[in-house]
C-alpha cells in the first residue's frame, strides 16, 4: 500500500499543474462580479486548495472530465471564501435597511420611485453613498441568483457530499427564487431576468423599456430589494421581522407581492424546477 502512494500523488500533481492556469479563470470571471476590496489573492488560495481536493477527489469511472469537475469544484470554493469575508457587514445591512425605508417614505409621498439624488437628500448623505450600499446589495444577490443562471450539467457537477435532505432544502430554495422571479411586476422582472439570467447589457434593456441606464440601475435595486424581502418571508421570516413593512400603498403592494410567490405554485411544482441533483431545468 505505501509503495503505491507516491505514484499516487504524482498523478495527482499533474493533474492540479496542468489545470492551474482554470483556477486564475474563474477568479477573474468571480472578481468582475464583486466589490473593489476582495483580495484576488485570498480567492485564488481557496481556488487552489478546491483543486487539489478535486485532484484527490476525482473518479474517471464518473465519465465527467476533470476540468469540469473541477471547476464546480474551484466555483462553490470562491463563493465559499467570499461570503466568510462577510463584507455585508452589519453596518451595511443596516444603512441598506435605512435606504429601503427612506425608498418606501419618498416612493408613498411623491407617488413614484425617487431618484437617487432625492435618497441622498433624505438620508442625508452623499448620491455615492446610495450607490455604494445599493451595490453592496446587488453583489450579495449576484451569488444567489446564479444558482439559476442558464447552467447546464455539462457546466455544473453537484457535490457529492450533499445528503438529501440538504438537496431538498437547496431545490426547494431555489425554486423559491424562480417563483420570485416570476412574480415580479412585468420591468422589473425584465430587468432581472435581462440583466443577470440573460447577461444583456445594461444599455440594451434601457432601449428596450424606453428608460435611461440610470432608471435601469435604479430599477434593479427595486428588483432586488423585493426579492431579498419576499425570500426573507418565506424562507426567513426571522430576517423579514428585522424590517417590517411600514402601512400604507406600498405596503399593500409589497404584502401583495409577497402573497403572488406563494401562490406561484407547491414544494412539488417547486423541486421540478430543478434535477434530482440540484441543476436548474429549462423553464
Do not use: K, M, Y
Given at each position: 500500500m505505501s509503495g503505491e502512494t507516491p505514484a499516487v500523488d504524482r498523478r495527482q500533481e499533474d493533474i492540479v499543474r496542468a489545470n492551474m492556469p482554470l483556477v486564475g479563470h474563474l477568479v477573474r470571471e468571480m472578481l468582475v462580479r464583486v466589490p473593489a476590496h476582495v483580495n484576488r489573492d485570498d480567492l485564488l488560495s481557496a481556488g487552489y486548495a478546491a483543486l487539489v481536493a478535486a485532484a484527490r477527489g476525482f473518479d474517471k469511472e464518473r465519465g465527467v472530465p476533470f476540468p469540469r469537475f473541477a471547476a464546480a469544484r474551484v466555483r462553490g470554493a470562491l463563493l465559499d471564501?467570499?461570503?466568510?469575508?462577510?463584507?455585508?457587514?452589519?453596518?451595511?445591512?443596516?444603512?441598506?435597511?435605512?435606504?429601503?425605508?427612506?425608498?418606501?417614505?419618498?416612493?408613498?409621498?411623491?407617488?413614484?420611485?425617487?431618484?437617487?439624488?432625492?435618497?441622498?437628500?433624505?438620508?442625508?448623505?452623499?448620491?455615492?453613498?446610495?450607490?455604494?450600499?445599493?451595490?453592496?446589495?446587488?453583489?450579495?444577490?449576484?451569488?444567489?441568483?446564479?444558482?439559476?443562471?442558464?447552467?447546464?450539467?455539462?457546466?455544473?457537477?453537484?457535490e457529492p457530499g450533499a445528503g438529501p435532505e440538504e438537496m431538498l432544502i437547496r431545490r426547494e430554495r431555489l425554486g423559491y427564487l424562480r417563483h420570485a422571479v416570476d412574480a415580479l411586476p412585468d420591468r422589473l422582472r425584465v430587468v432581472v431576468e435581462g440583466y443577470f439570467f440573460g447577461e444583456r447589457p445594461m444599455a440594451e434593456i434601457a432601449s428596450e423599456l424606453g428608460v435611461s441606464e440610470s432608471r435601469v440601475s435604479q430599477l434593479r435595486a427595486e428588483a432586488l430589494v423585493l426579492l431579498r424581502d419576499g425570500l426573507n418571508t418565506h424562507l426567513d421570516p426571522a430576517l423579514a421581522a428585522e424590517n417590517p413593512p411600514k402601512e400604507g400603498c406600498v405596503a399593500r403592494r409589497r404584502a401583495a407581492y409577497y402573497e403572488r410567490i406563494a401562490s406561484r405554485g407547491t414544494l412539488r411544482t417547486r423541486l421540478a424546477l430543478t434535477s434530482p441533483d440540484g441543476l436548474p431545468r429549462a423553464a
Open positions: 471564501e467570499l461570503r466568510g469575508l462577510d463584507w455585508a457587514s452589519r453596518s451595511v445591512r443596516q444603512r441598506a435597511r435605512r435606504t429601503d425605508s427612506a425608498r418606501e417614505e419618498l416612493t408613498a409621498e411623491l407617488g413614484r420611485t425617487p431618484t437617487v439624488r432625492e435618497l441622498a437628500d433624505r438620508l442625508g448623505c452623499t448620491v455615492e453613498d446610495v450607490e455604494h450600499a445599493a451595490d453592496d446589495v446587488q453583489r450579495a444577490a449576484v451569488f444567489s441568483l446564479q444558482g439559476f443562471a442558464t447552467a447546464t450539467a455539462d457546466d455544473i457537477v453537484t
